[in-house]
């Protein structure tokens, strides 16, 4: 794992058997999903941007849910290019917006 200043990466090397080649597998993506909140969340900054593909998103945002990764993927949609907006207040997170593509018309 790396941070920088005002910037975070998160990285999962390495794959299960049990993964589709090439890619990771839920366990992985779960794991890498709730490292990726812990940074933020240790950031100290007022904002972070995260940026990254569906599954992702959709597994991060699950964890925050309480749903398991199989089915955060199945029940949470975010379209390509869609934002969304989380925040975090006195210890909860408030979602004020998901999925919204209103930007593009």
């Given at each position: ?18 993964s589709?080649?090439p ?18 969340e ?64």
């Open positions: 794992m790396q941070k920088k200043r005002g910037n975070c990466r998160v990285s999962c090397g390495g794959s299960r058997k049990y589709s080649a890619g990771e597998n839920l366990i992985d993506l779960a794991t890498r999903a709730n490292e990726a909140l812990k940074l933020i240790s950031g100290g900054g007022d904002r972070c941007v995260l940026v990254s593909h569906g599954w992702f998103l959709k597994v991060f945002l699950g964890n925050q849910l309480g749903l398991r990764p199989s089915l955060a993927i199945k029940q949470l949609k975010f379209s390509n290019a869609a934002m969304s907006e989380i925040s975090l207040q006195e210890g909860r997170y408030l979602i004020e917006y998901l999925n919204n593509r209103d930007y593009l018309k």
